[in-house]
């Protein structure tokens, strides 16, 4: 299973206009790739709350698992913006990280539409057994200034092996 883990914060307008985005993609792959492919949304901030999040998930009509951080998944992933992406194998290796668009080019600049779904194509092309190209791009959005830090002991219940190079 792949898991398509995305960074947010519930204040941050990128990752309030990306929700739109990630919420089609959700459907997408729940529809077309079932039980492939687990979404979730990570709150590293350590001053959100649950309520905050639900409020969030409410708001912004998501269906997909939100959860606040409390493992320090960005700490161990060296996340920096919110909204960021990685797409992790099953052995916790990050075979895509960036954005989940090119809606934004720079901090509060925006196209009207996407030209490059940078997301969508990292996962199609690993379920194709295809190498992802680019592996890597720059996600644009609000800094992660705060963040709990990585807890090993927690970490390895999703990862019972490690997380490859931690």
Same mark, same amino acid.
């Given at each position: 299973? %792949?898991? @398509?883990?995305?960074? $947010?914060?519930?204040?941050?307008? /990128?990752?309030? !206009? #990306? ?22 949304? %990570? ?7 649950? &309520?905050?999040? !639900? ?6 009509? @998501?269906?997909? =698992?939100?959860?606040? &951080?409390?493992?320090? %998944?960005? *700490?161990? $992933?060296?996340?920096? %913006? ?9 052995? +916790?290796?990050?075979? #895509?990280? +960036? ?21 969508? $194509?990292?996962? =199609?092309?690993?379920?194709? +057994?295809?190498? @992802? =190209? ?6 644009? +959005?609000?800094?992660? =200034?705060?963040? /709990?830090?990585?807890? *090993? ?14």
């Amino acid at each position: 299973m %792949w898991k @398509v883990w995305v960074f $947010l914060a519930p204040l941050c307008p /990128i990752c309030q !206009d #990306y929700t739109f985005y990630l919420n089609a993609l959700h459907e997408e792959w729940s529809t077309n790739s079932p039980g492939q492919i687990e979404m979730v949304g %990570w709150f590293p901030n350590p001053n959100v709350s649950q &309520d905050q999040l !639900d409020a969030f998930a409410n708001h912004y009509a @998501v269906e997909w =698992e939100l959860a606040l &951080d409390t493992a320090g %998944w960005s *700490d161990v $992933l060296e996340a920096k %913006w919110t909204p960021e992406v990685f797409v992790l194998d099953e052995e +916790g290796v990050v075979q #895509y990280r +960036g954005r989940v668009n090119d809606l934004y080019y720079a901090l509060g600049k925006h196209r009207i539409r996407p030209r490059k779904q940078d997301l969508a $194509l990292a996962v =199609e092309q690993l379920m194709m +057994g295809e190498k @992802v =190209e680019p592996s890597v791009t720059n996600a644009i +959005g609000c800094p992660i =200034e705060r963040r /709990i830090p990585y807890s *090993d002991s927690l970490a390895r219940k999703t990862f019972p092996a490690g997380m490859p190079g931690f």
